[in-house]
């Protein structure tokens, strides 16, 4: 299947479109906007766990919810890009977050709970189109052996919105101090209702202002005359294909394996970092303290995607691929079987190793396969749910054998994708990537 390589090919004739650079440009707003949003649940979890008052299991809801929404939106969200197109795509999903985002204000005047998660499915919804329309899109646009790279770069901007949301958040919305029920109680009526009113606007006012800038931007994405790209669509293709032809394609089968235990792993161990940098024999820190290792395991994320971009231009994306998985597995085993500075440091470092895995799967995931890019993305992109199941395995791990040694499933799950890298991305037809 050939792919395009300039806007030319991939343009109108009535009406010029942008160049691809420019093009790029608006997909990596995209990526930081969503990056942006998907991070500040990190803040909304324990805003909602001290309203309401709630357990963790009721304030893992809001993770549950919008990992969720992956994998029950993403097929009917490549269905909606299949009839729209990419870039209606990237608008549809645009509006569909905003409009979630917009739920907010009166989820918090109802102080309900549950119509917190249903705003929150709602964004998540609308996120899931983004993820299934912007990322084939940027790995379409341009050269297929740079592919990589491009989403690499592009997840990048993604990892920027990660690492700023927490900053936002933490000014705007766990600004003040929460009052228990009891306190609450306690004050005259007329300061209850002032307080009420306080802690709705503390979450009102930020995503009011995200909705904003969400339907801004679509409005933006749908004005500007960007590549189409409808020849790797189905708007392209007369016959009528299922997801079960596309999983015939093993690259792509191994490839939604790849996602769901790379997004696993990731999400994994990033949630079990508090709890294990806290141990004694480990690092000893309070939880304010072991936050700033999150953060940095995060930050290293973002900062390996920006030399991982540069890198897979020069070198085989799945040989990276497999080598930077290897690095994590060695690390991973270093962690599990040492204590002190170096079960730290070793942890902490597979953030830069993770940096360019996703982007790159997905790109091998959705190589050569034409027409069929949109339900392969859908797939892909509902694989993500692994970030819901792999924690919680890790989490019964944990209580049989400790945190220390539970390390031994994303272990596992990074020896999968070393699997892919070498032999699993490989399409029937031959590599045409740098191999």
Known sequence: MHIPTSPSSTSS????????RVAM???TTIFFMWGFLTCLNDILIPHLKSVFELNYTQAMLVQFTFFGAYFLMSLPAGRLVARLGYKQGIVAGLVIAGIGALGFWPAAELRVYGAFLAALFVLATGITVLQVAANPYVALLGPERTSSSRLTLAQALNSLGTAIAPIFGGMLILGNTVKSADELTALPLADQLAYRAQEAQSVQGPYLGLAVALFLLALFVFLFRLPALSENSEQADSARHSYGDALRH?????GVLGIFFYVGAEVSIGSFLVNYLSLPNIGGFSEQQATHYVSLYWTMAMIGRFAG???????SPRKLLALFALINVGLLALTMGSEGKLALYSVVAIGLFNSIMFPTIFALGIERLGPLTNKASSLLIMAIVGGAVVPFLQGVLADRIGVHHSFVLPLLCYGYIIFYGLVGSRTSTGVTQQD
């Open 309 to 315: 971009s540069a890198l897979l231009v020069r070198f």
């Open 13 to 20: 004739q009535s009406a010029p479109v942008v160049n691809t």
């Open 25 to 27: 440009a608006v997909a």
């Open 250 to 254: 093993k690259h792509l089968l191994f």
